[in-house]
């Protein structure tokens, strides 16, 4: 790792000053940015660490019953605490293992929008808003393609807001080595309709699948999805599994979504 | 350089560090407690899994600035105070938990921290607890039914006998 200055912001404001400093980088729980860091592969002159930021801390319920997680807010005190959204507790749950999820934020996923993290597809498909320091983006403009996003340098993400669906659930295909999903699926039911997030598959990171969203919204059972099939072309190939295979799964684990709460 | 300062088994402890130093290189080369073990150095063998204020981590990947403050507890913080092994470590011993034994700090600390939040964890929540701790020696069984006993529960049932 090259040297760097580390700066511990105790709120929004001093955070934001500090991000404006020359070569300047978030710190979440560094669970992918420390690493990231030992290989070389950033080089910022100073961190600014957010795990000191109380007011981007935390789990409660808007006045519009939104369930808000600040951004600073470890996947451990999710999985414990958004009991308001048991999938997405159940989801922040299977992050990793138990001490990445007591480091790890959600900020820090959706900043990185790993083309196989958990977040992305509890984000989309629950079709959140990501708020910063100077916005609120929906999800369906907030994912921009593998490790892209559409936060501007410097940009801090302090919360992120879930609209509580009627019914949803997610389905992880864990790839054993890494822990990340090697497909996971997102199903959500809302009043007005059904939402579909894929993450893991797809090598534009995720995305919805509107066929069967079409398919859920008019009826939500498995059955519903019989003959639906993605392309396995622009889907990620590796050595853990090819695109056909991972378009296959696709299928597979979103009629497991839809079979586990319908 | 930062000075920072934070309890560490019990003790006060302090120590210069950059700002690019890690926990696990604090505790080893500042502090000299070596008993904490880096493994990969990449995130994923929990070799070297500490307490701060109580909560599991990994240590190679905390800053050691960001621990300043806290209580941190290392495998050395663990047996009882006339010296003697705690409840899980010497259910380590009775049980075969260790070959090699360079697992076995993070498997302690990722034992303790289970036994904490869940103390009679059913077999499946120990090797799930464990998702995150790699053993190239052991094949698992002793650790699982190591923490099994150690939680008071029977170890017969434990699989693969
Ligand atoms: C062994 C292992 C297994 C894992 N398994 C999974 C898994 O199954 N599923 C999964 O989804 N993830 C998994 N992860 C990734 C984990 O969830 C990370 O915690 C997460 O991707 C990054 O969050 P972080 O808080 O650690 O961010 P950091 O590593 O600190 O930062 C990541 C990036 O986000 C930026 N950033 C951080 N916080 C903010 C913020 N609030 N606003 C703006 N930018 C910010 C940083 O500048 C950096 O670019 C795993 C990681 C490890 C090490
Ligand atoms: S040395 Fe920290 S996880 Fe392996
Ligand atoms: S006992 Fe050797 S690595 Fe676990």
């Keep these: 790792m090259y040297n760097f200055d580390v700066e511990t912001p105790g709120t929004v404001a001093d955070a934001v000053a500090a991000m404006g400093r020359d070569e300047a980088q978030a710190l979440g729980g560094g669970q992918t940015l420390i690493p990231t860091l030992k290989q070389r592969l950033a080089s910022p002159s100073v961190l600014v660490s957010l795990s000191g930021v109380a007011e981007m801390k935390g789990v409660c319920t808007g006045d519009d019953g939104q369930l808000c997680i600040g951004g600073a807010t470890t996947h451990a005190t999710v999985a414990r605490e958004a009991t308001q959204y048991p999938a997405l507790a159940a989801m922040a749950s299977h992050i990793g293992d138990p001490a990445v999820r007591n480091r790890g934020t959600i900020g820090g996923s959706l900043a990185n929008n790993d083309p196989s993290a958990c977040y992305p597809a509890g984000v989309l498909g629950s079709g959140a808003t990501v708020v910063t320091n100077t916005r609120e983006i929906a999800a369906d403009d907030y994912f921009q393609g593998m490790f892209d996003t559409a936060l501007d340098e410097g940009e801090i993400i302090t919360e992120v807001r879930f609209p ?20 996971g699926v997102f199903v959500a039911k809302f009043a007005d309709g059904v939402r579909v997030a894929v993450t893991g598959a797809s090598e534009d990171g995720v995305f919805r699948w509107s066929e069967a969203e079409a398919a859920l919204s008019s009826d939500f059972s498995a059955g519903a999805l019989d003959g639906l099939s993605l392309s396995g072309d622009g889907m990620i190939s590796d050595l853990h599994g090819t695109g056909a295979y991972r378009a296959h799964l696709v299928a597979v684990m979103t009629k497991r979504a839809v079979d586990a709460v319908a | 350089m930062t000075k920072i300062e934070m309890t560490v088994n019990g003790r006060a402890a302090s120590g210069d560090v950059e700002g690019r130093t890690l926990l696990s290189s604090f505790l080893r080369d500042e502090l000299k407690l070596t008993g904490t073990h880096v493994g ?11 307490h701060v204020d109580g909560e599991a981590v990994k240590a190679c990947t905390m800053l050691a600035v960001e621990a300043a403050g806290s209580e941190v507890t290392t495998v050395e913080g663990m047996a009882n105070a006339d010296g003697s092994l ?28 289970l036994l904490k939040e869940n103390p009679k964890p059913s077999e499946a929540e120990v090797r799930d607890y464990l998702e995150g701790n790699i053993c190239r020696c052991t094949g698992y069984h002793n650790i699982v039914k190591a923490i099994m006993a150690a939680s008071g529960q029977d170890v017969a049932p434990v699989a693969a006998e």
């Design chain 1, 164 to 183: 509580i669906p009627e019914a949803a659930n997610y389905q992880k295909f864990v790839q054993p080595a890494s822990r990340f999903a090697l497909v």
């Design chain 2, 86 to 113: 705690s409840v899980i470590q010497q259910a380590f011993q009775d049980h075969h938990g260790l070959q090699c034994g360079f697992c076995t700090p993070g498997m302690v600390m990722s034992a303790a921290a």
């Design chain 2, 40 to 50: 990969c150095d990449t995130s994923q063998c929990g070799a070297c899994v500490v």
